[in-house]
């Protein structure tokens, strides 16, 4: 089922999910959401936490740009190292619209559990798949990728965000203006 992305400044946007203790139908549900809500939105990374739901679980599919890349379900992902840095603009589907310049770091690693409990591990992930984890797993701390931005920059996108919400609304959502970043 496609689910409602819920939009930056929202108070459930800055809680912190709560680890999965057992992958269950509920579970497999909520990840089955998360793939319809994000290729509904043509972004490449969605977490549970941008849907109101508090569990620790993301999904990634960059294989828009990283074609080699299957579609990835991680339930409590943890990256376990990370090496080098790099600067992406990254956007997020919960600030629509924005892309800004994140450094992150270049490669990571990544634990986690995937659709059937199963433990997987993702090594020396780079580019987009690289960006894209650090950033959903961010998401089930509370913290958006605007969180890594000048207070200045951040309250300049605060403010197109009022405005968005408040035209959605009423009833007139702006044109998409057709972004060239992927969001996440
Ligand atoms: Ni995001």
Not at 29 to 58: H, N, P
Not at 141 to 155: I, M, N, P, Q, Y
Request: charged content about 30%; glycine content about 6%.
């Amino acid at each position: 089922m496609v689910r409602d992305i819920l939009i930056w400044p929202d108070p459930r946007l800055k809680e912190k999910a709560k680890p999965v203790a057992r992958v269950d139908r509920a579970i497999q549900s909520l990840v089955d959401d998360l793939f319809e809500t994000m290729y509904a939105a043509e972004g490449v990374g969605l977490a549970a936490t941008q849907i109101g739901a508090l569990d620790r679980v993301v999904v990634v599919d960059v294989s828009p740009r990283q074609q080699e890349q299957k579609p990835l379900a991680l339930i409590n992902p943890v990256i376990v190292s990370s090496t080098g840095t790099t600067t992406w603009t990254e956007g997020c589907l919960s600030v629509p619209g924005e892309s800004e310049e994140v450094e992150r770091a270049e490669s990571v690693t990544v634990q986690a559990l995937d659709r059937e409990g199963r433990r997987i591990e993702i090594v020396g992930a780079a580019g987009l798949l690289a960006v894209a984890l650090q950033h959903e797993t961010d998401h089930l701390d509370g913290t958006l990728f605007v969180d890594h931005l000048s207070a200045l920059k951040r309250e300049v996108i605060r403010r197109r965000m009022k405005k968005l919400k408040q035209d959605i609304a009423e009833g007139r959502r702006p044109l998409d203006e057709g972004e060239d970043q992927p969001a996440l």
